[in-house]
Structure formats: structure tokens, C-alpha cells
């Protein structure tokens, strides 16, 4: 029997505090819904109690739904929506201006340049700021 770790991560993304909680299950040949596959997901909610930024980040599942299912468990918020949804490959979120998008690809730095990308050209920096730069959040890969 063919057996790949399944992992669901938890981030809480703000300015002073960072958590990240994991757990472990398994996929494989047996299970009736997997096609071959493995399927990752992020879930985000910018509006609740901590004031920051929840995401729940979850890989290696044998179908998007149970990928869906597990990340907005582990973004634990009634308000979690999934942002991305990657399938064999990386997953990546950025972040410019509170504003967060996605990206995919087959290597992490693929998946990065994509959600970067996302964003378009840099915005020019005005006479009174400096544009504001694009960061990557985390990437996950299967």
C-alpha cells in the first residue's frame, strides 16, 4: 500500500505573533475518493478576535474537498474562506497592502513568481510613499 503523509498546517499572520500547528494522516490507493492525485489548499480570515490574519494551509489530500474542508478547519473561523487551491504541485500566498493572492506551479519558486505575479507591475512610489512591496506568506507543496 502506497502511503503519503497528509499534513494540515495552521498560521496565524500578524505583526508580533506567528503560530503554526500541524497535524499528520494518510492517502492512498485504498481510499475510494482518491484519483492519483493530491490536492492543497489556504483558507484566510482577516476578521476576527486576534486582530491578524488567520491562514490554515493544508497538502497532500486525495480529493480538493477534503484539501477545502481541512484548511478552513485549520484557519478555526466561521468567517475562513479558501483563496487557493493547488493540485500536484506548490501552492503559494502573497501579500501586498492587506490584499492577499495566490499562485501555482510545479516547484516553489514557480508557485512564488506566479503569486507575486499575481499582483501585476509594482505600484510606483509617490512623492509622499514608497510603494509598497509584495511578500510571499508561505508556499506548500505536495
Known sequence: MFVSGKTTFGLVAGV???LLTAGAGSASAADSDWDGHYYGAFAISTDNPTGGTIIGMTGDYP???EADANALSACGYGNCFV????MDGC????????????GVGPTPAAAEGAAIGAFGPPRPASLSAEPSPTRIV?????
Open 63 to 65: 480529493n480538493q474537498g
Open 16 to 18: 508580533a505573533t506567528v
Open 91 to 102: 501552492g503559494s500566498l502573497a501579500e501586498r497592502d492587506g490584499l492577499f493572492l495566490g
Open 138 to 142: 508561505d508556499t506548500r507543496c505536495n
Open 83 to 86: 483563496v487557493l487551491r493547488y
